[in-house]
């Protein structure tokens, strides 16, 4: 079965350095998200990329982080000036529609900022 | 806006027991709802999904019905396995919105 695939699985960064999490979505799927989960608290939407343009951003999402598609496999997201509450697991998702159907997530990107 | 809520867990079992975590839903219109699992160290994995009222999501001895009428999409599995340990969440998602989770519930079952 198709998978999402992340990468790095772990990352331990400096406070204050970028860092880019990268992920490959399933090949058909079109459309693609990026949540995070704070250790032992709940799933949190941040992003959702549809077309080469940003569909919708949660509050959390700011000017610190940005995604992008650079070639016809991945979907990145840099967080840019990382600070301590940066730390948490990301997880990126695709789907083949945007209506209703299943998110396919990938293990994530367990985030350290030291 | 759409939410979730489930159970406050954690929630010990022994093997062999009856399953019941409590999911129910805010949200507008006819959202699609679904369960998900995240096994230790692992990623979040789509265990069941149900797109309309009065569906049933099954998979893996699992299953959930879509209840309009109470907004609840309780997940039930008639009989737990040492393996079924793991994080589960309900989900929302509504005509192409993101996906709102619920705050998850621990289920640790015990040999």
């Known amino acids: 079965e198709p998978e999402v695939t992340q990468t790095p699985s772990h990352q331990v960064t400096q406070m204050g350095q970028e860092v880019i999490l990268r992920c490959v979505p399933i090949s058909n799927h079109l459309y693609f998200y990026w949540y995070r989960q704070i250790l032992g608290q709940k799933v949190e939407f941040l992003v959702s990329?549809?077309?080469?343009?940003?569909?919708?951003k949660s509050e959390i999402f700011d000017d610190q982080f940005s995604v992008e598609r650079p070639d016809g496999s991945n979907f990145t997201l840099k967080i840019r000036s990382t600070k301590l509450e940066d730390s948490a697991m990301y997880f990126c998702?695709?789907?083949?529609?945007?209506?209703?159907?299943?998110?396919?997530f990938g293990d994530g990107t367990r985030l350290s900022i030291l | 806006g759409n939410s979730v809520t489930q159970m406050e867990g954690p929630v010990t079992l022994s093997e062999e027991a009856f399953l019941t975590i409590n999911c129910t839903y805010t949200a507008t219109g006819y959202p699609s709802l679904f369960w998900y699992v995240q096994y230790p160290g692992e990623g979040l994995q789509l265990l069941l999904k149900a797109t309309k009222a009065d569906d049933k999501g099954s998979n893996k001895g699992f299953e959930a019905t879509y209840r309009k009428e109470t907004t609840s999409f309780h997940l039930e599995k008639g009989s737990v396995q040492v393996s079924d340990s793991a994080v589960y969440f309900c989900a929302l998602t509504n005509y192409g919105q993101n996906f709102v989770f619920g705050p998850g519930t621990r289920l640790s079952v015990l040999p």
């Open positions: 998702a695709s789907s083949s529609e945007s209506s209703n159907q299943p998110q396919h």
């Open positions: 990329f549809y077309n080469n343009e940003i569909s919708e």
